[in-house]
């Protein structure tokens, strides 16, 4: 569960990392020089380290893998178009609030994956938590088409993550195939970072990129199919949304942001349903094995004693 969240962390390191930045480059172009570089990091480095490890990608895991890679092309693209139409703040309460349920949903029906009480309850937490930490602090319209493409990213969110449950079960090797996710994301995203290159290729653009594809890409997307080895996909899904909690922390301690009273409760709330999620689940105590007495006293039957005969003896010995 510990490297699920350490993905979260980084992944709610971008969108302040944006703001600082200040880049002039399209949302989309952005997304795609994201984990187009990030998918080339992360090839590198297995090639290197593990070479074989493309072997492992046979045919069979070749539908999960251009799931995954659609979804991760498809939830740029969308997420970053709910960004620019709604906001950041709506746009990442629904992405991240439909986020576990899809997920969820997604584990139910493709891996028939049971939802325990424990998931449900520590989900619905976590999900009112980050509708009051997005809250803005003024009116906002809510733009129709945003919040579909908001939808659409909590729904490819989901796909991802199952498809890469999958995988994991399949014993494909998982570092070579989320470079290729990331590869094939960032390769249908190509037109629009070609066309943001003379902004992506300033002073700022370059140390973002730098930021944003080895660290939030390579190696954020590397915690979270090494951590969801151990949890379910639903699981992995709740805790992702560690993701906008970081986000609000360094709103407040980099960008100088306010927390306001909405902000403070949805927090806590949210931290309350990461912490409900992440705890073990109780296993029942185990029957203690007898003593060696006992044992013998409880398994050996008793002696059955002879009953005694029906007709009475009279006098004289004659019945």
Same mark, same amino acid.
């Given at each position: ?16 990392? =944006? ?10 172009? %952005?997304?795609?020089?994201?984990? %187009? ?15 074989? #490890? ?9 539908? /999960? ?6 979804? $991760? ?58 509708? %009051? ?7 906002? *319209? ?6 579909? @493409?908001? #939808?659409?990213?909590?729904?490819? @969110? ?7 449950? *999958?995988?994991? =079960? ?8 989320? &470079?290729?996710?990331?590869?094939? !994301?960032? #390769?249908?995203?190509? /037109? ?23 660290? $939030? ?26 993701? /906008? %909690?970081?986000?609000?922390?360094? #709103?407040? &301690? ?9 902000? $403070?409760?949805? &927090? ?13 689940? *109780? ?6 094995? /007898?003593?060696?007495? =006992?044992? !013998? ?23």
């Amino acid at each position: 569960m510990l490297l699920v969240l350490m993905a979260g962390i980084l992944w709610g390191t971008v969108g302040p990392a =944006q703001l600082l930045a200040d880049v002039p480059a399209g949302p989309v172009a %952005l997304g795609g020089a994201r984990i %187009l570089l990030g998918g080339v990091v992360l090839a590198v480095t297995v090639l290197v380290t593990a070479p074989g #490890a493309y072997r492992t990608l046979s045919r069979t895991s070749w539908p /999960p893998l251009l799931a995954a890679s659609a979804a $991760t092309a498809t939830f740029q693209a969308a997420f970053m178009t709910s960004v620019a139409r709604t906001g950041a703040a709506v746009a990442t309460a629904i992405a991240f609030g439909i986020a576990p349920v899809s997920t969820g949903v997604c584990e139910r029906l493709v891996l028939g994956t049971p939802l325990t009480r424990r998931w449900i309850g520590g989900t619905a937490f976590a999900i009112a938590g980050c509708a %009051l930490v997005m809250t803005p602090a003024g009116p906002v *319209r809510i733009d129709a088409y945003g919040a579909a @493409f908001g #939808a659409l990213a909590g729904g490819c @969110f989901g796909v991802y993550t199952v498809s890469a449950k *999958r995988l994991i =079960q399949g014993g494909v090797g998982m570092p070579a195939a989320v &470079s290729v996710t990331l590869l094939a !994301g960032g #390769a249908v995203l190509a /037109p629009w970072t070609l066309a943001g290159l003379p902004a992506l290729g300033t002073v700022r653009g370059l140390a973002l990129i730098a930021w944003l594809g080895p660290v $939030t890409a390579a190696l954020a997307y590397w915690f979270f199919v090494a951590g969801l080895r151990r949890v379910t996909a639903a699981t992995a899904g709740t805790l992702s949304l560690a993701e /906008p %909690l970081v986000a609000t922390v360094l #709103a407040v &301690s980099v960008l100088g942001e306010r927390m306001s009273t909405p902000v $403070t409760a949805g &927090s806590v709330l949210l931290l309350g349903g990461l912490v409900i999620v992440s705890l073990p689940s *109780r296993r029942p105590p185990a029957a203690k094995a /007898p003593s060696r007495g =006992q044992r !013998g006293f409880e398994t050996r039957p008793k002696a059955r004693r002879p009953r005694p005969a029906t007709a009475t003896t009279r006098p004289g010995g004659r019945p």
